[in-house]
């Protein structure tokens, strides 16, 4: 079906974007996968090509185009090559909108040049051992000692924690017992700093270009002006941009749906089975048909909801019922065409057994599904 929301404008940078990837990342990314890790130099790749400063202001070597949608394909490009971007999209379209938002004059000046460039990556750490959707349960402490705050505490399950140089660090300073959401606070912590440390990088079922991290704080002394925003609000910044976390999982979700059907669909008509090609197999037909049309709604859902972000209208609770819907249509989507590869799905040489694996975490991070599900209960009144 017809998508709209797309300009001229989006559909040339789509196309430069997808001939870049086809150029340099497709070739490699056998090495990535080996690796586990996507290379520092292709983010640096992405600043001289203009992909990590569209958001940003002119004069600091940006685009100038805070425009969502240029993320969007982004993603799409991404799973349309059967190729995953690490941490990209995290930095991308989570990471950096706080920086857009809540740097000062003087934050500006000396950080935005490197995060247009590729010199500065970055990370957010909100998520410690004790407290994943709970973020009023957050226990890092920051204290305030003249011109520096103290920091001590942990975090776990950080995406991009052992490349980023900056990190978004959300953390306690001050306590309110009659309302545990007040207090919070949101430090830069560069990396380098004593007693910041980054550990081990966790082993994933999946995801497997994308660090996965623990960070621990001890007495790191961070600089008062690498406070990002202001002191105490960070509950109400992060509820900001939840939004745009959950629609971004969300059209990751439908684009890789998309990229399993389409290999799929190469997959049966070219692998005999019984003397035919699979695809002729009438379960085949109606599997794959039915894979088809959720995906085309899941498509609408989501082109929806992006067109009321751009415009700033999406809400909580209509970004929740699009991350929600989309990222268990993923699950169903890839479960079933992996089947049609037969025992081939279950091996790692066909990229359809990586997207299985990758596709999991989808109805975890960003809010569970679990959690998706209370937000929008609570709206229905229950």
Request: hydrophobic letters at 45%.
């Amino acid at each position: 079906m017809r998508r709209t929301g797309f300009t001229a404008d989006h559909e040339s940078f789509r196309r430069m974007f997808r001939d870049y990837l086809t150029r340099e990342v497709v070739p490699v990314f056998d090495d990535w996968l080996a690796d586990g890790a996507v290379p520092r130099d292709f983010f640096r790749g992405l600043g001289k090509l203009g992909v990590l400063g569209m958001a940003f202001p002119v004069e600091f070597g940006g685009g100038g185009q805070p425009d969502f949608t240029y993320n969007a394909v982004v993603s799409e490009e991404a799973a349309r090559a059967l190729v995953s971007l690490g941490p990209l999209r995290v930095h991308l379209d989570v990471v950096v909108p706080y920086f857009l938002a809540y740097a000062d004059e003087a934050q500006r000046r000396r950080w935005f040049p490197g995060l247009v460039s590729g010199a500065l990556f970055t990370a957010i750490a909100m998520t410690e051992p004790g407290a994943g959707s709970d973020l009023a349960g957050i226990n890092t402490t920051a204290i305030r000692d003249v011109d520096h705050y103290v920091l001590n505490g942990a975090k776990t399950f950080i995406s991009g924690g052992a490349l980023a140089d900056l990190v978004i660090v959300v953390a306690r300073t001050s306590r309110d017992e009659s309302d545990r959401r007040q207090g919070l606070s949101l430090l830069v912590v560069e990396d380098g700093m004593p007693g910041f440390v980054k550990g081990r990088n966790l082993a994933k079922i999946g995801l497997k270009v994308k660090d996965t991290v623990e960070l621990s704080f001890t007495d790191v002394r961070v600089p008062a002006e690498n406070l990002l925003g202001t002191e105490g609000m960070a509950f109400d910044y992060l509820g900001h941009n939840l939004p745009q976390e959950r629609l971004t999982i969300a059209i990751g979700s439908v684009a890789a749906a998309r990229a399993a059907l389409d290999t799929t669909v190469a997959y049966v008509k070219d692998r005999r089975v019984f003397g035919k090609p699979v695809s002729h197999f009438q379960n085949t037909k109606f599997e794959l048909a039915s894979v088809a049309t959720e995906i085309e709604a899941a498509q609408a859902m989501v082109d929806r909801a992006l067109a009321e972000h751009v415009a700033g209208e999406l809400d909580p609770v209509d970004a929740a019922k699009v991350k929600l819907y989309c990222t268990e249509l993923q699950g169903r989507a890839v479960d079933r065409c992996l089947q049609l590869f037969g025992g081939y799905g279950y091996i790692l040489e066909y990229p359809i057994a990586r997207m299985y694996a990758d596709a999991r975490v989808s109805r975890i991070y960003g809010g569970t599904s679990e959690v998706m599900k209370s937000i929008i209960s609570k709206s229905l009144g229950l």
